[in-house]
């Protein structure tokens, strides 16, 4: 695996937080390794693995248990939805179609484990539809890889789409 | 874009959120000292630890996660001479439906949380601390970080700080989007790297086996913030706000059906359920009327707008009486919650008008927590799946006529019965939506479908309700009307997917 010289030594300094146990760098580990590569490989995790001394289950049961963490490439933006009760009803559920239609993705299914992300023919962007995102004064709301959007409508949600081209 | 209230209400009694929105406010240290920042931990340091908590003790805080434990109390289990090292914990991984406090302390006031939990690590003599954040608030967890830094460079953090021998580190761990990593347990099984099933309690709760069976204090992000306020005014000050075992301020998110919903902080129980809604979010959405409200996070029961609660209140003379009030009557506070059946949780209030439909609001809830469940004990995991799977039938127009008696018997036989709060959390708003709105529950569910009486032999107890599989709907209503995949998304051209 090729990581970085810069993002090795940032996972080294990770490691340091964790004065105790290694293992509690798990997550960080994972989340700055998604961040360069998209996703979590059993290539990486086994990276993981030997990085922090642990089985390879050991870090295979936290990908495939925590919904941030894919096991499949996404798009080059990833957008997430916000699926549950206040954005719902602020029209979240018509968000999430109108966001699929523009970006011309096919629609994820239901919030669930494993993969439940879709992306586009172009690679573009991917699309998930996510438990609460705790925004809910200003629902409906979604993020764009890491940035956070509220009070989203067709229109806004067009605007979005726009920016990340 | 919507833009949340930008000028406290006159209602409000800020504190805690004193800065969020405030003209000029920026999240560096320097916009802090500026405004006195850091003087409660200089002051705190003067003090011995067991003063510090002491006063919050004497202040009555109550821990403003969803439990509503007196944060005292919590603290005054950890033995300050312990051989292990103690640890603490910010629960920073706001993840109850209708809950989002702390996402506006963590992005506009970061140093504000550093100072509380500074002081918190000093009261309980925690060297080192994690603030635990969720994974969806990247921006958040950068800003923290920030904060740390700055902190650390002016000697509010790390070794001998403010030069009084107190050594203390902070680093911030970011969750994956797992709402049971707010759990305190699941919480430090997952700070240790584990996937974050919740431990058995009791016997040992985290005070004394915690993070890495060390004694641990876990506190939400507002919670930490108060003891700051604590500190400043002294503990029996701080009781004065608020009402008798309801003291201080309680930050209450509004989201849902009203004209301006937002946040507002306000003193326990000082203002109405109705007052809430009618006076600061400037009523119901479209002139609509009220039908029903979850108080306080989605796990909350529900109570119904044109129900009667029974409270008890100490008149002028002092003697408790009984009084019946409506919705609108009820003062926000941890004990009237309760007391009407429901509880003040995380401060999440959820609104709901005549437009929409219970069973289909429920069916929104149940998909949530059937996502949620850890999976570790079986009522949970199998439950929540079962009654997502009935309300999704019963959305769709296929309810059967026995779905709402076995959504209660589903619900009954997970609350009490799990390791964790969760069961209860996913359980409520099953029993507390079919109890209540029982008409919309029936109405939904009107075919008949004859469900096998005998279950892999063995034969099911009389009286029971038998829970009717999908399959057995299919063949019931073979020939009748297809069955849509995800039958309460409503398709793409009509208004709704809306509950």
């Known amino acids: ?165 | 874009m919507v833009s949340l209230i930008k000028q406290p209400h006159p209602r409000e009694k800020r504190m805690i959120f004193k800065n969020v929105d405030r003209p000029g406010w920026k999240t560096d240290i320097d916009t802090y000292l500026g405004d006195g920042g850091y003087e409660q931990l200089k002051k705190a340091l003067t003090m011995s630890q067991p003063d510090v908590v002491n006063e919050v003790k004497a202040s009555g805080l109550r821990g403003r996660g969803g439990a509503g434990f007196p944060c005292g109390v919590k603290w005054g289990f950890i033995k300050q001479d312990s051989p292990k090292p103690i640890y603490l914990i910010c629960n920073a991984d706001e993840s109850e439906p209708g809950t989002f406090k702390d996402r506006y302390i963590i992005h506009q006031d970061p140093h504000q949380l550093v100072e509380g939990m500074v002081i918190s690590c000093y009261a309980v003599n925690a060297r080192l601390a994690y603030i635990y954040i969720r994974g969806e608030y990247p921006e958040g967890a950068k800003i923290l970080e920030t904060a740390l830094a700055e902190a650390r460079e002016r000697g509010f953090l790390g070794k001998n700080i403010q030069g009084s021998g107190f050594d203390c580190e902070i680093y911030v761990h970011r969750g994956a989007g797992a709402y049971i990593c707010g759990e305190e347990t699941g919480l430090i099984e997952s700070l240790e790297g584990k996937r974050p099933y919740p431990r058995i309690k009791p016997p040992y709760f985290p005070a004394v086996l915690g993070l890495y069976q060390c004694p641990t204090i876990v506190n939400n992000v507002e919670t930490l913030c108060h003891v700051k306020h604590i500190i400043a005014m002294g503990g029996a000050e701080y009781a004065k706000i608020g009402r008798p075992n309801n003291t201080g301020t309680r930050i209450l998110c509004v989201s849902g059906d009203v004209q301006k919903p937002g946040y507002f902080e306000v003193e326990v129980g000082s203002v109405t359920m109705g007052e809430l809604i009618n006076d600061m979010c400037g009523g119901m959405k479209d002139g609509r009327k009220l039908k029903a409200i979850i108080p306080g996070g989605s796990s909350a029961k529900v109570l119904r707008a044109d129900e009667r609660y029974k409270i008890k209140e100490k008149n002028a003379e002092g003697v408790t009486v009984d009084k019946e009030i409506g919705i609108e009557d009820i003062p926000m506070d941890f004990d009237t919650l309760a007391a009407v059946g429901s509880m003040a949780g995380s401060g999440g209030v959820i609104v709901m008008d005549d437009s929409r439909n219970m069973v289909e609001t429920l069916a929104n809830i149940n998909e949530f927590y059937a996502h949620e469940s850890c999976g570790q004990c079986t009522p949970c995991r199998e439950g929540s799946l079962w009654m997502q799977k009935i309300t999704r039938r019963m959305v769709s127009g296929e309810g059967a006529k026995q779905d709402p008696a076995v959504l209660k018997s589903v619900a009954d036989n997970i609350a009490g019965k799990t390791i964790c709060a969760f069961g209860e959390a996913c359980a409520w708003p099953t029993q507390s939506f079919v109890a209540k709105f029982k008409e919309e529950f029936d109405a939904k569910a009107q075919r008949n479908v004859t469900p096998r009486e005998v279950s892999d032999g063995v034969a099911l107890q009389a009286g029971r309700p038998v829970l009717v599989h999908d399959h057995e709907v299919a063949a019931a209503s073979a020939g009748g009307v297809p069955k849509p995949d995800a039958p309460w998304e409503v398709s793409n051209d009509s208004k709704s997917g809306e509950v």
């Open chain 1, 1 to 165: 695996m090729d990581i970085p010289a810069e993002l090795e030594q940032k996972i080294d300094e990770t490691i340091t937080h964790y004065p105790v146990s290694k293992r509690s760098a798990v997550l960080p580990l994972l989340h700055l390794l998604q961040e360069h590569l998209g996703y979590i490989s059993s290539e990486t995790a086994d990276w993981v693995a030997k990085k922090l001394d642990l089985q390879p289950i050991n870090v295979l049961e936290i990908v495939t248990f925590y919904p941030m963490f894919r096991a499949a490439p996404p798009g080059r933006h990833h957008i997430r939805v916000c699926r549950t009760l206040s954005c719902a009803m602020a029209g979240s559920y018509k968000l999430l179609n109108d966001l699929c239609e523009m970006a011309h993705i096919e629609r994820p299914q239901h919030a669930g484990h494993g993969t439940p992300f879709t992306v586009g023919e172009d690679g573009k962007f991917s699309i998930e539809f996510v438990e609460c995102l705790a925004s809910c004064g200003t629902a409906p709301v979604c993020m764009v890889n890491d940035d956070f959007y509220e009070g989203v409508n067709k229109e806004a949600a067009a605007e979005i789409l726009q920016k990340y081209q």
